[in-house]
C-alpha cells in the first residue's frame, strides 16, 4: 500500500516564505513525475510545479521565479519552497506521484491528503 503524506503548510503573512513536503511510503518500486497542485475556493485544482525523476522542472507562469520544487529520489520526497507568498497564493496544496508498485506492473496517479496554506495578515 503507497501512500503520499504532506506537511509544512500554515498560516504566513503576506512576502513570507513556506516548505512543503511530501514522503512517499509504502512498497513502491519507482517513481516517475512527481508534482505540487492547488484547489482555492471556488476555483478548480491547478499545477502549481513539477518535477521529473531526471530533475526538470516546470512551473506554473503565477509562481515562477518565486516557488521552486526539488525532490530527494533517495528519500521519495517532494518539496516545495515558496517564496515572496501573496493572499492569491492562498489554497489547499496537494502531492502527486506517478509510481509504481512493487505488486503492479504500471504506473498510477497517487495523491496526497492536502495541506492549507493561506497568506494573509
Known amino acids: 500500500q503507497v501512500q503520499l503524506v504532506e506537511s509544512g503548510g500554515g498560516l504566513v503573512q503576506p512576502g513570507g516564505s513556506l516548505r512543503l513536503s511530501c514522503a512517499a511510503s509504502?512498497?513502491?518500486?519507482?517513481?516517475?513525475?512527481m508534482g505540487w497542485y492547488r484547489q482555492a475556493p471556488g476555483k478548480e485544482r491547478e499545477l502549481v510545479a513539477g518535477i521529473t525523476s531526471g530533475g526538470t522542472t516546470n512551473y506554473a507562469d503565477s509562481v515562477k521565479g518565486r516557488f521552486t520544487i526539488s525532490r530527494d529520489n533517495a528519500k521519495n520526497t517532494v518539496y516545495l519552497r515558496m517564496n515572496s507568498l501573496k493572499p492569491e497564493d492562498t489554497a489547499v496544496y496537494y502531492c502527486n506521484a506517478d509510481l509504481r508498485g512493487y505488486l503492479s506492473g504500471t504506473y498510477y496517479d497517487y495523491w496526497g491528503q492536502g495541506t492549507q496554506v493561506t497568506v494573509s495578515s
Open positions: 509504502g512498497s513502491i518500486f519507482s517513481i516517475n513525475a
